[in-house]
């Protein structure tokens, strides 16, 4: 029978696990230790443990890391990582080191159910959730973990579509007896499934980020199917009364030449937004197969920009990164990985 990982679990789960093999309260704390702060990859490393314990735990448990099978290097210093699953599948992770940050892109599952117009990993359909160990080994596995500042939740799949697994994985990573990051250096990227975003906003701290794309319903819905399941308005309504405190919330909204670029667009986005403390990111489009959509130049990116700024409205541009190894915004997919390269 196939072994259960230790690497992922909560401390709450750990706890039960030492309660089960009847070991000492404190084994729980232990355990989590060498999980998550020091560099190590098996059971047998756990040295403060007795020799027993460590048997005990082999019998049941594999310690659950998984190393990267293939790295890509972009000219602009963005790294893209194929990491395996442990059911064999394959995500991509992009590490993006900037001047004052250094971020990792993290993909939360094997391609997404959700179908967005604009995305690779929509093309690519669904293949099935990571687990909380899936997600956060792509921190732990990354060669450059040492120098990472943020973590977003913008790589493959709709973290909401996986939510309790992403929340498992923000406990470990902010908690103390975890990583201990602080969730201001954590964003989550969703596309809006309501019921399981008000669960995310109260039971975590982290940044959130909503998926825009056009302030129009019939608009949105012809990039975003979801939008005919959860609206737009139903969205933002919920966001003007909830309480954010001081952590940030930001809507991404990607720059399609002649469909979202215009003054009605930008004059609506900053009538809805008003009542919430946000901020815009304007991304570039980066053409997928099969999408008849174009990106809008840059000239146009930066006017729209000015005129949202102008209104009070706080936005920036994304730069785009790894756009030679497909790691920029929208290109994730490991429809091609069928096996080890």
Same mark, same amino acid.
């Given at each position: 029978m196939e072994k259960d990982n230790l690497f992922g679990k909560t401390l709450e789960e750990?706890?039960?696990?030492?309660?089960?093999?009847k070991l000492p309260r404190f084994t729980a704390k232990q355990i989590a230790d060498w999980l998550y702060k020091k560099p190590v990859s098996n059971i047998d490393e756990m040295t403060n443990l007795s020799l027993k314990t460590r048997e005990l735990l082999k019998e049941n448990f594999s310690f659950g890391l998984l190393d990267y099978n293939q790295v890509q290097t972009s000219t602009d210093g963005t790294k893209k990582y194929l990491f395996p699953t442990l059911k064999g599948q394959f995500v991509e992770a992009a590490y993006i080191p900037e001047k004052n940050r250094n971020t990792l892109c993290v993909s939360t599952q094997v391609g997404c159910k959700m179908g967005c117009e604009f995305c690779m990993t929509g093309k690519q359909g669904f293949q099935g959730n990571l687990s909380a160990g899936e997600i956060i080994?792509?921190?732990?596995?990354?060669?450059?973990k040492d120098m990472l500042t943020n973590i977003v939740y913008m790589g493959m799949g709709e973290p909401l579509d996986n939510l309790n697994e992403v929340l498992k994985s923000l406990e470990i990573?902010?908690?103390?007896?975890?990583?201990?990051? !602080?969730? $201001?250096? =954590?964003?989550?990227? !969703?596309? $809006?499934? =309501?019921p399981a975003m008000k669960i995310l906003l109260e039971k975590s701290k982290c940044n959130f980020a909503i998926s825009m794309h056009s302030p129009f319903e019939e608009e949105r819905s012809q990039l975003l199917p979801i939008e005919k399941v959860h609206p737009l308005k139903e969205i933002l309504h919920f966001l003007k009364d909830f309480d954010a405190g001081r952590r940030k919330i930001s809507f991404e909204y990607i720059m399609f030449k002649d469909f979202n670029d215009t003054p009605r667009h930008s004059k609506e986005l900053s009538r809805i937004l008003n009542g919430i403390r946000c901020r815009i990111n304007l991304i570039r489009f980066h053409p997928i197969p099969g999408s008849s959509l174009k990106g809008s130049d840059d000239n146009k990116i930066e006017e729209f920009k000015n005129t949202l700024f102008a209104k009070g409205t706080i936005t920036t541009i994304r730069r785009s990164r790894g756009l030679d190894i497909s790691a920029a915004c929208g290109l994730l997919s490991t429809k091609a990985s069928g096996k080890k390269p």
């Open positions: 750990l706890a039960e696990i030492v309660k089960n093999l080994n792509q921190v732990r596995s990354l060669p450059e990573l902010t908690s103390d007896w975890g990583f201990a990051m !602080s969730p $201001g250096r =954590i964003t989550v990227s !969703s596309i $809006g499934i =309501i």
